[in-house]
């Protein structure tokens, strides 16, 4: 009897295992917050948590994070949290700060729509602790408290360096906020790539600063959304600004900007990569060489040159790079501890993390096997075809790894040297 064929899995997406949602489910005050706690702790693990147009208020949320800092919290690694719209104030701020402090998982913080007063003690408090974490997104925007105040406060202390994309949009916010905004985004402090400040008041003379500043200061801002900004600006603002030509004027500059910084940041991140295949080559020399591979009539090795010289040859390979980028990547090729480890046979922490939807039913691949023909081929990003859940997404393990080696180098974005 011929043996009937394996039936596939079903496509079940890894990311809803991990993710607790309750948008929109009346939850409100510590009752609300206890159902919640309740469903996490139903799960072995829990990424994601989705809790936004509910009215869990300060109470709610302070019981929450209570749980989030305990031991028993502390086990599930959230990567999101979305409190968007839940009628948050300060205190709640506070319960938030302490759980963000020095946290290495939290990626996406979602605040949208509450009521943030934004004193300085309380902004303080909490700048401090995204500073420490490895926070990448932090939405603030249409906060009912007084926008300008908190966004100044947040503008004039914030110092991370992984924070990439900040929003503040329908915050009321005025141009008594430009001089902070345009301090930060031209600071060495700043390492966003994206920042939303739709559908304020900062008027086109504000977004003129702005735009000026990313034009001579910045050059990690690749998107920048400024829209329905226009009106109600300061009172010296001519007629003339408020033609559509004037504002067509600053859209363009502001683009041509944003390509600029675009533009180099490929060059840096393709730059820096090139540079390290070489400097390893040349660096990280064993410390005796064979004496069958010494031929005197051969022309000399970059080796035998002086140090100072070699690097300033392998800096032509990545003339895009300040000499500090290269001096961090010199010291990394340099160091035999920054080798990736050597494994005969593959192991969960090698390669992305397989796609269930499309692994085969039997065999190696169906307990997270991969080709390792693909990870050796010149040139490959090492991701099964077909098997990685996608480039740039969480499950692509190896995307990852160069991104945080790009971050830690500092080599994500352009560096201009006067």
Known sequence: MTPLPSKAPNSVSLSSRKHVSFSA???????????????????????????????????????????????????????????????????????????????????????????????????ATFVDAVNSSQLRTLTLSSNCGDGNVLVSHLMDMLDSTTLGDIQISGADLTQ???????????????????????????????????????ERHNYSLTKVDLLANWTEGSETESDEDHTMEARKRVTERLNIA???????????????????????????RTAVVHPAVQQTDSPTPISRLPMELQLHILSFIAPTLSTTQR??????????????????????????????????????????????????KAGHSGCPSGKCMGSGSLMCRREAERLKWLEEMGCDSYEHEP
């Open 176 to 214: 008594v906020v430009i001089p902070h905004i345009v301090n930060y985004i031209s600071s060495p402090r700043s390492r966003l790539h994206t920042i939303r400040a739709n559908g304020n008041k900062l008027g086109i003379r504000g977004v003129r600063e702005i735009v000026q500043a990313v």
């Open 327 to 376: 001096l961090r990547i010199f010291h990394f090729a340099a160091t035999p501890l920054t080798l990736p480890r050597l494994s005969l046979t593959p192991t969960a922490d090698a390669g992305c993390i397989p796609d269930p939807a499309s692994v085969s039913p039997v065999g190696p691949a169906a307990f997270g096997g991969f080709n390792m023909a693909a990870v050796t």
């Open 25 to 123: 489910e009346g939850l409100s005050s510590v009752e609300g917050a206890r159902t919640v706690i309740e469903t996490i702790e139903s799960r072995k693990q829990v990424t994601k948590l989705s809790l936004s147009h509910n009215d869990l208020a300060d109470e709610g949320c302070i019981e929450l994070f209570s749980y989030l800092c305990s031991p028993e919290g502390r086990k599930h690694q959230l990567t999101e949290i979305n409190l968007v719209h839940n009628h948050l104030g300060d205190r709640s701020l506070l319960a938030i700060s302490e759980y963000l402090r020095n946290n290495r998982q939290l990626k996406e913080l979602w605040l949208q729509a509450n009521a943030f007063s934004g004193a300085r003690d309380v902004v």
């Open 258 to 284: 944003l390509k600029r910084n675009d533009r180099l940041k490929k060059e840096t991140t393709k730059g820096a990569f090139a540079l390290l295949r070489h400097a390893r080559a040349v660096l990280l």
